[in-house]
Each structure stands twice: as C-alpha cells, then as structure tokens.
C-alpha cells in the first residue's frame, strides 16, 4: 500500500484519534472558542458551497468555487482547521492539527487526482493547467466543457455535506466542556 492509498484510506480514522488527542491538549477560553467558531463558519460556508456543485464520480466538475481550484473542499477544511486552532488555544494542539493536515491532505489530493486523470484524460488536465490545485485564484477560470451546473441543496444533501457542521458544532460543545470542567 502506498503513502497515497494509506492516507485516503485511513485520513478519517486517524482525524478522529487526532480529535481525541488534541482535545485533550486544547486549552480553551469563551473567547477563543468564540473567534474559532466565527473562522470556523468561514470554512462551513466554503465547503457547503463546494458541496453543492460537487458531482462524485459522475462528471469533472469545473464551475462555481471549482473554477477557483481544485480543493474546494479541502480548503474550506483548511480554514474549518485554523477555526478549531484557535478555539483550542494552545499551540501544540493548533501545530499538530496543521501538520496533520497538511501531511494527509498533500496524498489525498494527490491521489484523487490521479485518479481524476485517468477517469477524464485530457480535459482533467487542461483543468489542472488552468486552476490551482490548492490556494484559489482571484479570477475564476472558465474552461470550455465545464461541468457541474449550478449550486444545487439537493447535491449538498447528496454529499452528505450536513455531517460537517454537526461535526464542528460538536467539537465547539466538547471545547465548551473542557473549558467549563475545572468548576463542574
């Protein structure tokens, strides 16, 4: 198995021991649990858009945020990330999320890029050369043959793009916990 397969396969299961990890490290206070909630919604909001022109395994997708980069997903995930660093407030826990991710999530782009290569060929590359495989451009790139439509709730539900912001929802009420355990 190689570092690309280990990492797509395995980034959840090790992201939720990472939880575990970094919650126990995280030194929060109302503040810093309320500024990392605030950057967190930034990330939310990113990823729910991504989802909602996101068609898995159907067609290239190249339009709304995708005409920004490649990984809009991810980078809502990467600012969802600075949002949970700063709610921690300690930077040991904000180190080891940041390395975690940006470890994990270098193979699995990676990986699901190669595996976008092989399924659309050319036009997958003519997309790579166009928009970044990463941090957005300013301009979005209109390519022809782009797919993906418009924004659509139904394929944000379909994504099950939902489970993100219960997730993160979590995270801020298990911080709130921490922060509130000494006087309980």
């Known amino acids: 198995m190689t ?10 299961r090790i992201g939720y021991f ?4 970094v919650l126990l490290l995280a030194r929060p206070t109302p503040r810093s649990i309320f ?35 490649r990984n809009p997903l991810y980078f809502g995930s990467s600012i969802l990330a600075v949002g949970a660093a700063v709610a921690m407030h300690f ?20 990986r699901e890029e190669m595996e976008l290569r092989g399924k659309h060929g050319a036009a997958f590359d003519a997309y790579a ?19 993906g439509g418009t924004f659509s709730w139904a394929q944000y539900k379909r994504n099950h793009e939902y489970e993100a912001p219960v997730g993160f929802l979590l995270f801020l009420i298990l911080l709130a916990v921490i922060w509130r355990w000494p006087t309980l």
């Open 18 to 21: 990472l939880a575990v990890v």
């Open 3 to 12: 570092a690309l397969d280990f990492f797509s396969r395995w980034r959840v």
């Open 129 to 147: 050369a166009a928009v970044p495989l990463f941090f957005p451009r300013l301009k979005p790139r209109s390519l022809s043959g782009g797919a």
């Open 91 to 110: 930077w040991l826990a904000a180190a080891l999320i940041f390395v975690y991710f940006a470890v994990v999530y270098t193979f699995v782009m990676r």
């Open 35 to 69: 500024l990392g909630a605030a950057v967190g919604v930034i990330g939310l909001a990113i990823r729910a858009y991504s989802a909602g022109y996101l068609h898995k395994q159907e067609v290239l997708t190249t339009t709304g945020p995708y005409a920004y980069t």
